[in-house]
């Protein structure tokens, strides 16, 4: 596997404009899509109040596990907008099946941004208009609302001696504690593989990629991933069966994990990375649930940003939880400084530790020693811009 320079995988095209929903001028509309229908798979996010075009392509995907284009646009969530909001992801299918010339149900439709505005069809309309599909990589740049940067990656697999592609491309800032869904994001492969196949590798590996992820413990109402496969890399049919299957789930995998890496190191206002690595957990939920509790924690986040060594913190946050730990054998490091060992403090330069915090990305290092397993999350700190950004939010 190799991480290469961004592109699309064969099969897929894509465009993006500026149509209007953002007043900035900057490209605020996308699409994506391939020149036959696709496998595709989605999770989506847990919120009880999803955004309609969460429930309009849930619903699409769920009938035939196909797609063969999606369409994105961000300054307007179309959450929290009733039957209008549904009528209207209906009428872009709709416009974009006929622009496109496919069937209105192999579209998927992804929007962000303010909850509660219907969507401009006007706005839609007129960036619709402009749209083309191309080999343009500028959808990445698209989708973003507060992000600081487009989060994009692309690896490429070799199997049964084809070139596999892998790219994926997300948004995400604030708002951001995933639950069995991602932010914005979408991963496209051409890789010959059927969408009960794809689907059941997109969700048993976005639990320990975005759902190990979070900025401000605030889950969206338009979180969604969606996964298409081409199949025009000419490979066998990959199933559990086929040899080369980790091959391709391990690629999968690289790009979802890289993916929310990225947002957690974007969020809101964040200047540090914080990496959780939890170890020797009695189960596989309780060491996620723990490295989640950690990058969680508002407490050790605005501890990182401080960068101030109060490791008293974490122990609160590990306590809170329901997760088994040997409270005689804890050991708990932070950027490989042992603080606890046995349950007992250490002796170490607090000093020095402060200045190892200054750096960009923290790591927290924690064995409970109650068991086999292990987990890792993703968080950032809070800063004093985080609030500045969400008082006075807007499009």
């Not at 872009?92 to 509660?116: F, R």
């Not at 969206?220 to 490979?235: E, H």
């Not at 508002?298 to 490791?311: H, Q, S, T, V, Y």
């Not at 290092?365 to 890792?376: E, R």
């Amino acid at each position: 596997m190799n991480i290469i320079d961004f592109k699309w995988p064969k099969g897929f095209q894509s465009g993006a404009v500026h149509a209007g929903f953002k007043s900035s001028g900057q490209l605020d509309m996308c699409w994506l899509a391939a020149n036959h229908p696709c496998a595709a798979a989605g999770v989506y996010t847990k919120n009880q109040f999803q955004a309609a075009p969460v429930q309009v392509t849930k619903h699409t995907i769920d009938q035939t596990h196909q797609l063969q284009a999606v369409v994105v646009n961000s300054g307007n969530a179309n959450s929290f907008t009733g039957d209008e909001g549904i009528q209207n992801v209906h009428r872009e299918t709709e416009m974009v099946g006929q622009k496109l010339g496919i069937d209105p149900n192999l579209i998927g439709v992804a929007s962000t941004g303010i909850i509660g505005k219907q969507l401009e069809m006007d706005v839609f309309e007129n960036g619709l208009n402009q749209l083309s599909l191309s080999d343009s990589t500028a959808a990445p740049e698209a989708i973003i609302t507060t992000d600081t940067t487009s989060k994009k990656i692309c690896v490429e697999t070799t199997i049964d001696g084809q070139l596999v592609t892998v790219t994926g491309f997300a948004k995400g800032s604030g708002m951001i504690h995933p639950n069995m869904g991602t932010t914005l994001s979408f991963i496209s492969t051409d890789a010959n593989i059927d969408g009960a196949t794809l689907q059941a590798i997109l969700s048993a590996k976005i639990v320990n990629s975005f759902n190990q992820i979070t900025v401000d413990g605030c889950m969206s109402t338009n979180d969604m991933v969606i996964a298409m496969a081409s199949g025009d890399a000419n490979n066998h049919p990959l199933t559990n069966q086929h040899p080369e299957f980790a091959e391709f789930v391990a690629a999968f995998d690289h790009v979802l994990t890289g993916l929310a890496k990225m947002v957690a190191s974007d969020g809101e206002g964040a200047s540090k990375l914080i990496e959780a690595d939890v170890f020797h957990a009695a189960s596989q939920v309780d060491a996620n649930h723990v490295a989640k509790a950690i990058v969680g924690s508002n407490l050790i986040k605005a501890m990182i940003f401080g960068e101030d060594a109060n490791w008293g913190r974490i122990v609160q946050a590990l306590g809170q939880t329901e997760a088994k730990i040997s409270l005689d054998h804890l050991a708990i490091s932070i950027e490989n400084t042992a603080i606890i060992k046995d349950s007992q403090i250490q002796t170490f330069d607090m000093d020095a530790l402060r200045k190892q915090l200054a750096s960009d990305n923290i790591n927290i290092t924690v064995d409970l020693a109650a068991g086999d397993y292990s987990g890792v999350a993703w968080g950032c700190d809070l800063t004093y811009k985080y609030v500045e950004i969400n008082a006075a939010y807007e499009e």
